[in-house]
């Protein structure tokens, strides 16, 4: 299994953009917790944003879209942005949330990275039985 902060450098490294500007991060949260994703240096990038999340496999997974200045939700998920920074809020997080979500933009069809944030939901869920 790759290094995930390697991974991050690389994933910044082959965004296929020379002006890419990219950050790395790492979180951990527990089950049934609230976290707060950020994704900083937007402030020269094109209006429509996106936050993808990368679990087990090669392929990303668009997780939401949006045009800048705007709050979107979907169920768990909701997406804010101001001028500078995008942010990704999930609520009531789950095992399967964990993953590297990134967020960026699309120039001329490439991908442009600008941060990497590696989630781990860690820890027990306890069950009261009576």
């Known amino acids: 299994m790759m290094n995930f902060s390697l991974?991050?450098?690389l994933l910044c490294m082959f965004s296929w953009s020379s002006t890419s500007v990219c950050q790395f991060h790492s979180v951990v949260v527990q089950p049934g917790g609230e976290v707060t994703l950020r994704c900083s240096n937007l402030s020269r990038v094109p209006v429509f944003l996106h936050w993808f999340k990368l679990a087990d496999?090669?392929?990303a997974t668009i997780i939401m879209s949006m045009?800048?200045?705007n709050k979107t939700q979907l169920g768990r998920f909701t997406m804010t942005s101001n001028i500078t920074d995008l942010f990704l809020d999930i609520r009531s997080v789950v095992f399967s949330d964990?993953?590297?979500y990134f967020c960026g933009s699309r120039t001329d069809g490439n991908p442009v990275i600008f941060t990497a944030t590696y989630l781990k939901v860690k820890g027990k869920i306890f069950k009261y039985c009576l």
């Open 7 to 9: 991974f991050g450098a």
């Open 67 to 69: 045009s800048s200045l």
């Open 98 to 100: 964990t993953g590297l």
């Open 57 to 59: 496999g090669p392929n």
